[in-house]
């Protein structure tokens, strides 16, 4: 099945912020009294990692799931990227569509963001998700070795990407019983998106993000006062389960989920019905 039979019924279109100028969207319950709920891809990813999601849960939110800054069809600039600068995006995105709180729900570099956001606007914020997030402390010598596979599949996309490349950077999200997941469609629309010639102005900040020290913006655990839920798998790279254990402790009444399906670093495009399940359940209660 195509990715756009799952995006059918809803809204794909751009609106313009302050300071991160044009960003892609993709919505669906808008204009019907629904709490939002936002949708933040991981690092070098794009909206598309949440075909499988907005739809659904659109009968329940306002689902919106949008690109980064320099990431997907987004604007590209020559501009700090780090999960500050990417929060501030957020608050703007969220005063252009008329929101001053709103759930969020994060994956990899997405819940970085969405926890640094609850530490920087915590009154902006109704409920938090961190799925498979990234931001916290590195718990085993696998994570450090996943974390250093990474950043190589990243430079290699970056220089002149190609279809295997691209492949080889997906298949590394991805529980190795859901790689045909991994179509033609999938594959070449990141191969696309990461030929596009702006994408040049976008690497080097990206770049410098992911060779940069972490900790400097390390997700302030301590200072997250909302409702907040870890979903983790027990494949997910970097951060082993012992990972979220540890930073859920850190944080007032969180809860932690862990994935019955296969599933590895896009738990919300492998075992959707799953993700849908657990996070409608979340945000509801």
Not at 73 to 91: G, I, M, R, Y
Not at 190 to 197: T, V
Request: hydrophobic share 40%.
């Amino acid at each position: 099945m195509t990715i756009w039979n799952d995006f059918l019924g809803c809204e794909i279109r751009y609106i313009n912020t302050p300071n991160f100028g044009r960003v892609r969207i993709a919505e669906s319950g808008k204009g019907e009294g629904k709490d939002p709920l936002f949708l933040l891809h991981g690092i070098g990813g794009h909206l598309e990692a949440y075909a499988k999601n907005v739809k659904p849960l659109s009968s329940d939110f306002h689902v919106i799931a949008y690109d980064f800054l320099n990431c997907g069809f987004s604007e590209k600039q020559d501009t700090a990227f780090n999960p500050v600068t990417l929060s501030e995006q957020l608050a703007e995105i969220m005063d252009v569509l008329g929101y001053q709180r709103a759930n969020i729900s994060g994956e990899s570099l997405g819940g970085w963001v969405a926890g640094t956001f609850a530490g920087m606007y915590p009154e902006r914020v109704i409920k938090i998700q961190l799925n498979t997030t990234g931001g916290i402390e590195i718990t085993s010598e696998k994570g450090e070795k996943d974390m250093v596979e990474l950043v190589e599949l990243m430079k290699k996309s970056a220089g002149t990407p190609t279809y295997e490349s691209t492949l080889l950077r997906m298949k590394w999200l991805m529980h190795e019983h859901n790689h045909h997941l991994l179509n033609e469609e999938l594959v070449g629309t990141r191969l696309s998106i990461y030929s596009h010639p702006d994408m040049e102005v976008a690497n080097k900040s990206i770049g410098a993000f992911a060779a940069s020290d972490h900790h400097a913006f390390d997700i302030p655990l301590e200072k997250i006062s909302c409702p907040t839920m870890f979903l983790w798998t027990r494949d997910n790279p970097i951060h082993t389960l012992d990972a979220a254990e540890l930073a859920c402790s850190k944080v007032a009444g969180a809860s932690l989920y862990v994935m019955d399906a296969d599933s590895k670093h896009w738990p919300q495009f492998e075992a959707p019905d799953e993700f849908n399940r657990v996070t409608r359940s979340f945000f509801l209660s």
